[in-house]
């Protein structure tokens, strides 16, 4: 089949899908058959030669919307591509849409979002995570094998574990975020959602690397991810920090987490106890620093110089606070006060200096873990997909949706969530690998070899055929 034939079939799915799961802001068809129709002219010499990508709404696009998922962007077409667009260009995939997204990339359900709720595929009624679920529920439906997605505290993992697909964040400095929108800049990384995690490795191979325009960018070589996927994990070690596995865990994902151990042992690998004794502080200290950093960067949208201005203002303060007013949620508005609040004054030492400090503590249990073990195992979300507004009313209960995710974030360290079961009423559940610094090789092994050895062998309700 032609890749044109191959394009005009995901964009008819994508659009007969979308009013059902909400989980495209566009869809850019004319755009896309052109690709395509150049792509077919030309020899298949590329790596992602014709394969679709969807794209979450705050990472660039050139003349794409890209709203962050906000009314005070609503209008908003990017001027330049972000340094993974043009490499994902330029390796032949056509990106087809941007995906729906929490406001700014706050959150961890897709309620967030001003343009309404994605569902998840696996049942409607439910959350498919956040804040990137709009990209994931791209994936687990079948529209696209892979997607772009971004982590601040687990916003790639977290909707892969609940819509059963891939999610890998990579280590802090292996993709560039020029042209991803700032939330927390020292948190935020471009993560992948794949399929599996074949497809996963084929989008990191092509879009990461050193960029100059991005000074946090590692000049770090980056290996080919899909030439060591079927190495042989026997002999490697787990470690597995069971202080974690306490309470506020549903019994299904325990038990699924707790399977996935015992298949791991079972394909060769030694399990070992580790300590993460400074993990339990994580939801805290994320929420000191990410809403810090958030309240500066968000500062930039004022009325003045791009997306939304108030109208019938007459003065300079009247039009920045009725245009923050109107243009942000109520969740952004949250996150910008606690981290203004946090900066201020007299209360930096006592808060935001101190998270950093303890920050510092996480890292370095890290390093001491993977002293004794080359990957260490730990669910990926407490739960499975939670009914939509099972959680609005109560911030605290949706922040702990991210307890197993923010501590990689913190330390910089890339982790990634693989489907390990189902729960009980049909809903998928993913258990995490973390790994040491640029292990992402490591981790797209182990999950290519368990995800071969025990396939989940089950799809969404709503699935693009």
Known sequence: MSILSEI???????????PELNSFLSIERESSLEKADYLDAIPPDRKLHG???AVKDNICTKGMRTSCGSRILHNYKAQYDATAIERLNAAGAIIIGKTNMDEFAMGS??????????????????VPGGSSGGSAVAVASGV?????????????RQP??????????????????????????????????GRTARDAADILGVIAGRDKRDATSADVPVPNYTETLNDDIEGKTIGVPRALFGEGIEDDVRDSVESSIENFRSLGCNIVDVELPHAKYGIA?????????????????????YGLRAEDTHKLREMYFKTREEGFGEEVKRRIMLGTYVLSSGYYDAYYSKA????ALVKKDYADAFEKCDVILTPTSPTVAFKIGERTSDPL?????????????????????IPCGLSDNGLPIGTQLIGNFWSEATLLNFGNVYETSFPLNARPKIFAE
């Open 8 to 18: 005009t079939k995901t964009l008819d799915a994508a659009e007969k899908l979308n």
């Open 51 to 53: 394969v679709a990508v």
């Open 109 to 126: 359900s897709n309620e967030n979002s001003a343009f309404g709720s994605v569902k998840n595929p696996w049942d409607a009624s439910r």
């Open 144 to 156: 696209v094998r892979a997607a772009l997605g971004s982590e601040t505290g687990g916003s790639v």
């Open 160 to 193: 892969a574990s609940l819509c059963g697909i891939v999610g890998l964040k990579p280590t802090y400095g292996r993709i560039s975020r020029y042209g991803l929108v700032a939330f927390a800049s020292s948190l935020d990384n471009i993560g992948v959602f």
């Open 285 to 305: 200290v994320y929420y000191i620093i990410a809403t810090a950093e958030a309240s500066s960067n968000l500062a930039r949208y004022d009325g003045v110089r």
């Open 356 to 359: 950093q400090k303890v920050r």
């Open 397 to 417: 209960a949706m922040y702990l949706s991210d307890i197993y995710t923010v501590s990689a974030n913190l330390a910089g360290v890339p982790a990634i969530s």
